[in-house]
């Protein structure tokens, strides 16, 4: 699924899924635009379930705190777009 408004985000990420009218109601153009920030990031989720990978990346001590805070504000960016596409549909 790609769009053409967010080239940097349809580059960066790939979305797929079975209910493509869902998953373009929920990647609104904010969260595409906040997501184009995290190149890094692997996202999997399937009904109430989101998963964050860091391909590759090997996280040190120190650096627990502050991914764990940056997981927090891409899942917020998530319940953002789902509460927006609730309020659309009623």
């Given amino acids: 699924?790609?769009?053409p408004d967010t080239p940097v985000f349809s580059e960066s990420f790939i979305l797929r899924g079975e209910d493509e009218a869902a998953i373009r109601?929920?990647?609104t153009i904010t969260l595409r635009k906040e997501l184009e920030k995290?190149?890094?990031l692997s996202i999997?989720?399937?009904?109430?379930?989101v998963f964050l990978f860091?391909?590759?990346r090997r996280l040190?001590?120190?650096?627990?705190?502050?991914?764990?805070e940056e997981n927090k504000?891409?899942?917020?960016?998530?319940f953002a777009a789902q509460q927006a596409k609730q309020a659309?549909?009623?």
């Avoid at 999997?44 to 379930?49: K, Q, V």
């Avoid at 504000?73 to 998530?78: P, T």
């Fill in 1 to 3: 699924i790609n769009f």
């Fill in 25 to 27: 109601a929920l990647f």
């Fill in 38 to 40: 995290f190149p890094y």
């Fill in 44 to 49: 999997e989720g399937m009904g109430d379930h």
């Fill in 54 to 56: 860091r391909n590759n």
């Fill in 60 to 68: 040190k001590p120190e650096q627990f705190s502050p991914t764990i």
């Fill in 73 to 78: 504000r891409v899942l917020a960016l998530f």
């Fill in 88 to 90: 659309q549909t009623g």
